[in-house]
């Protein structure tokens, strides 16, 4: 008997020691590698050298951190971001994958590309200026980017870049510092930042204001990496803008850069994206140039928390060169298309790079005393800061606009762009004129709202218009009513409507009454001795409504009316 329990003892404990080095391979398993790390483990020898990235959910722990360095690796860790970069052999990153991480991705230190390949008019934005009275005042964009000349008249150390940081080229696995704050010029090769910067928001002094950038009166601050970025660098600048953001209230993120591949949450750009987009920063990527194939997306702007950029030409068409995304994909597709060919924007004294792709096109675009001081370019790269600097004017007239409520206005104001797909051009052919219009009248809060039929629960935002009209007398008890009419059209993501009017007489007696697309009753409201009638719909349809304002007992009355529409944000 003793035997026998001796034996089922044993079988237990093999049994538990099976399931418990299967559920430690199982979890090993679970993290996400991605393919290029794998192809250098499998191609390299064990003495090779190997830089990467571990994500995790949240912040590593500190047992984390030194079961890593355990393995004999040199480890980075960030203030802001849940990740650790990790340099060691070919063998010692092997034994990290076989470990028990709990973590979300393991990815290799890859290299990225930046995207290169008097267009205000064309999206509108001197209407802003000259209609609308913004310029960018008060708003600030980061722009992550080779660097910024501040030297340059249109961008002035101090006035203009109110911060420029110079990474450092080296070891990033040791305490020397990684980066010099207040450079004048950190654009000592390229160019490229220059000019992505000079879009954005370049002064045009140097031009008598003619090569002004998009918001022209806001600030920047100048995120230098260099001719050459990789992942590990593009994470500090992240880590830097998240550090600093209170500091110089930063609004928007521009992102000239990026890779080809395919799309992961869980990359660890994308996961520092995600972080600035929600400490409520607008994150916007170049799409790429890749095109015209199908599916050649930069993967991290193909992330939804952020702002993915398609190239047009000035006829509004689309760049062969910009990357296509997916038929069909909820992810893979731009989100907008901007201005990217032959954009005229500030040069960099240093960038040689740039210099000399524009010189040939220079000559076309750029009168001669103009020559020192800007150059041409083209690509999503040039695309991308357009958006950007109409999102600060979206957010110099709206401050607190959420970084989705800001994509959403974005799309909807777009203007279609026949012959292309969704998947090619997003929504369209951006309109910064409509788009910073919406901004100011949007309630930059996100509300909640529960489909009855389906039991789901969507965030909404509100948008508010306004109009005019005026009550001819009427006396409804002798059968003379007046009446005046104002139509409201809401689409199939709009869930609910609240509409008002206000006088100034309360000695008129003025009624109001909304009928829905059948022409049925759907809200209604008569105080009396009042100047102000109130009604919401809970639920509405797509279709136009009929606003109704009935003078019960008037004489002739000018009244405002304001309606607010409730919109679904994404479904």
Known sequence: MKKVSLWILT????????????????????VEVDETLQNILASTSESTIVEAVITFENMPTDTQIESVKALGLKTKTYKNLPMIAIKGTNTEVQKVLESDLDALSVYYNKSLEYFLRDSRELVGAERVWNDLGYTGEGTTVAVIDSGIDATHPDLPLGEKVVQNVKFLLGNLFTDEALYLEDVANTDTSSGHGTHVAGTIAGSGTASDGLYKGIAPDAKLIGLGTGEGINILWSLEAFDYVLENQEKYGIDVISNSWGTTGEYSPNN?????????????????????????????????????????????TKDKKLADFSSRGVPGDEVLHPDITAPGVDIVAAKSSTGLVMNSLGSVTDATYIEPQHLPYYTTASGTSMATP?????????REAQPDLHPDIVLDILQRTAEPMEGYQYHEVGSGYVNAYEAVKSAEKTNPNIGKYKDKKTGKTYETYFVEETWEGTLGAGVSEAGAASHDYYDISLDNDAVSLKVRIDWTSPTNDLDLEVRDPAGELAGSSGNAVSTTEETTIPEVIDGTYTV???????????????YTIEKILKK
């Open 11 to 30: 079988l237990v404990l093999i049994l538990a020691y099976s399931l418990s080095g299967a559920t430690d391979q199982a979890r090993a398993n679970t």
């Open 268 to 312: 660890p750009v994308n996961v520092a994206s995600k972080k600035a987009h929600d400490a409520g920063m607008i994150v916007t990527f170049a799409a790429g140039n890749e095109g015209p194939d199908e599916n050649t997306l930069n993967p991290y702007s193909a992330a939804p928390w952020v702002i993915s950029v398609a190239a047009g």
């Open 386 to 394: 357009h958006i950007s600097g109409i999102v600060a004017l979206m």
């Open 548 to 562: 109704d304002v009935i003078g019960w007992l008037n004489t002739i009355e000018q009244y405002n009316g304001t």
